[in-house]
């Protein structure tokens, strides 16, 4: 499939030389539509969830458009937590090692917790790429030792996180102090309306790009396990005794919750890893240290930092609360089955998350219900059996019910009776239908 290679993009030949040393063979669903819009200047708003390529997807067409003989700033990254702008360097710096550009091209990071002093230093020479966090990239600029104006393109990615985490105010800081022509590429899971102002400001006749085919690798299987008013905590406990886990991934709506769960996790025994945004950055930088070289089989974390992170061999997701949007299902349950591995996505559930597992399934996800009964899985009643069973009862059980008079006393012998009302009612309502036909 020739048109779907990247040879049809014309990259410079030195970036088709990374692309093979990546090993990058056909272009993803986001690459598809990313590069040859970056190629041609446009603005992008681009929505994908974790592990859709989306990373190279700017990087490999702006890294194509650098002007390698100009020694100041042509790109700027920036990501809302640090582990993400040093996995997004950590990318240039691959590029740039797989190239023959080495000597010519300066990439340098700029995130918090490091020697600021050190970095304007090395500013005496202005880097082409830059990458980091909106706070300590504002800073630099405002101390004047770096020069965004001369900047062609500049990458806001998770976008979502940025305003949640209120970061939009300093990409917006940044951005009044760059050329009015600026490429900008946006990058987000979901666009939500509070985002609107910023992009209608900032971003000129955009593309925007919502990929949703790669949404659910056919390798995820979704099971469901009811609550049934036990706690997260004693489900998940069960859970670990009959699965096999490489690494378990728990996701939570916030960090209380979190908190709460590793928690009562540890006190049943398991040795759990915790990761949110409320950690200090020393403590967070340590239980990354931990996750890497394996020292935890299960992870409690919340969405904003599991995006945060990149953590590689996830066999399972565990949701010990379903989140309230589509996307975030989608972003969590993407984080497993990567790289032709196959995972599992195990919900924990009640009647208020059936609305989401409904809009899930319209969207092509098949969900199969179970439990753990005597220490092993048990397929049980599909979630939506019962709205099923209702939706089939016939109008003259339901007419006949209706019309029973519902006594607020329950006396002996109370549902015999009523069960008798309703038979001689549904006999009156039926003899009447007789009469008319």
Not at 315 to 336: C, D, L, W
């Amino acid at each position: 499939m020739e048109n779907h290679q990247f040879k049809q993009y014309n990259l410079k030949p030195w970036i088709e030389g990374v692309i093979d040393n990546l090993q990058f063979k056909e272009p993803t669903p986001i690459q598809q539509k990313v590069i040859p819009a970056v190629l041609r200047g446009e603005s992008v708003i681009g929505q994908s969830h974790t592990g859709s390529g989306k990373t190279h997807a700017f990087l490999l067409p702006l890294c194509s458009r650098l002007d390698v003989n100009k020694q100041e700033v042509q790109i700027v990254i920036t990501s809302p937590t640090r582990e993400l702008a040093t996995q997004i360097h950590n990318e240039v710096k691959k590029i740039l090692a797989f190239s023959n550009q080495e000597d010519k091209i300066n990439a340098k990071l700029f995130i918090g917790g490091t020697d600021k002093k050190r970095m304007i230093e090395k500013l005496k020479i202005q880097p082409q790429i830059v990458v980091g966090t909106p706070g300590r990239i504002l800073d630099l600029i405002q101390e004047g030792a770096l020069d965004i104006y001369t900047a062609e393109g500049f990458v806001i990615d998770e976008a979502d996180l940025m305003l949640d985490l209120g970061l939009i105010t300093e990409i917006d800081k940044m951005l009044v102090r760059a050329r009015e022509s600026i490429q900008v590429l946006v990058f987000s899971a979901t666009i939500p309306e509070r985002l609107q102002p910023f992009l209608t400001k900032y971003l000129h006749n955009p593309s925007s790009f919502h990929i949703k085919d790669h949404f659910a690798p056919e390798k995820i299987e979704h099971r469901l396990v009811p609550l049934r008013h036990r706690e997260p905590a004693e489900v998940i406990l069960k859970i670990s005794e009959v699965i096999n886990p490489y690494l378990v991934l728990i996701f939570t709506n916030g960090k209380e919750a979190a908190n709460k769960l590793y928690k009562q996790l540890q006190e049943k025994g398991i040795q759990a890893g915790l990761i949110h945004g409320g950690l200090q950055a020393r403590e967070r930088k340590r239980v990354l240290k931990e996750i890497q070289s394996l020292r935890y089989q299960y992870i409690v974390a919340t969405d904003l930092a599991a995006r945060g992170i990149d953590i590689k061999g996830i066999s399972h997701v565990i949701n010990a609360q379903m989140p309230k949007e589509e996307e975030f299902y989608i972003h969590r349950v993407g984080r497993t089955a990567r790289a032709g591995m196959e995972g599992t996505a195990i919900n924990l559930y009640d009647d208020s998350d059936v609305n989401l597992i409904q809009k899930l399934t319209k969207r092509g996800l098949s969900f199969t219900t179970f439990d753990i009964v005597q220490g092993e899985w048990k397929e049980i009643k599909a979630w939506n059996e019962r709205s099923q069973r209702k939706q089939t009862g016939t109008t003259t059980d339901q007419e006949a019910w209706n019309r029973v008079r519902k006594t607020k006393k329950v006396k002996p012998g109370y549902k015999k009776k009523m069960k008798y009302e309703q038979q001689k009612l549904k006999k009156r309502i039926s003899q009447k239908q007789n009469k008319r036909s």
